[in-house]
T-cell receptor, first 112, second 110 residues
């Protein structure tokens, strides 16, 4: 009965590779998000989708491409991985943009 | 630019006493403020929120106070319990997104 799930939980890869992280929510929410928590522990929003439509795109490199096949899923594809991409990535969802968001358990990405 | 700041990286409180976590913000356009709790290897969990038109919101042991003139909010936990040991994030909502502080690690000592 997990509300927001992410796969994989851990991802270790080499520089230059392409990888994807998947997110699914079973809460029936309209809005989904991707956040990055860097080494300084700041949680920063990357993208937000409302009903499969991109509504927030922070200054994220083009190598990051979110895809929302339906409103329950928001996947994150990263091309040409760099060392600085190492971080924990969190998916979240909310009903509309009311503020109260439900987070997934996070995916720890390590780029070697 | 850090719009939401939690200046105390850590706080240690004795079980049964009050825990007070603080947060400052710079953007007067934020319309909601939220507190999240995070355990290791888990995602943040929503705790409590407050609208910018209110100055206090209470939910059980948790109370959030908002001082708009000082651009300051605080989370009071009373009485503190061992299970409250976690990292607490303050967040502010504006322009359809949340801006988070860097977190305060709260440790409750028996």
């Amino acid at each position: 009965d997990t509300a927001v799930s992410q796969t994989p939980k851990y991802l270790v890869t080499q520089m230059g590779n392409d990888k994807s992280i998947k997110c699914e929510q079973n809460l029936g929410h309209d809005t989904m998000y991707w956040y990055k928590q860097d080494s300084k522990k700041f949680l920063k929003i990357m993208f937000s989708y409302n009903n499969k439509e991109l509504i927030i795109n922070e200054t994220v490199p083009n190598r990051f491409s979110p895809k929302s096949p339906d409103k329950a899923h928001l996947n994150l594809h990263i091309n040409s991985l760099e060392l600085g991409d190492s971080a924990v990535y969190f998916c979240a969802s909310s009903q509309g943009t009311s503020g109260s968001q439900f987070f997934g358990p996070g995916t720890r990405l390590t780029v070697l | 630019d850090q719009q939401v700041k939690q200046n105390s990286p850590s706080l240690s409180v004795q079980e049964g006493r009050i825990s007070i976590l603080n947060c400052d913000y710079t953007n007067s356009m934020f319309d909601y403020f939220l507190w999240y709790k995070k355990y290791p290897a888990e995602g943040p969990t929503f705790l409590i929120s407050i609208s910018s038109i209110k100055d206090k919101n209470e939910d059980g042991r948790f109370t959030v106070f908002l001082n708009k003139s000082a651009k300051h909010l605080s989370l009071h936990i009373v009485p503190s319990q061992p299970g409250d040991s976690a990292v607490y994030f303050c967040a502010a909502k504006g322009a359809q997104k949340l801006v988070f502080g860097q977190g305060t690690r709260l440790t409750i000592n028996p």
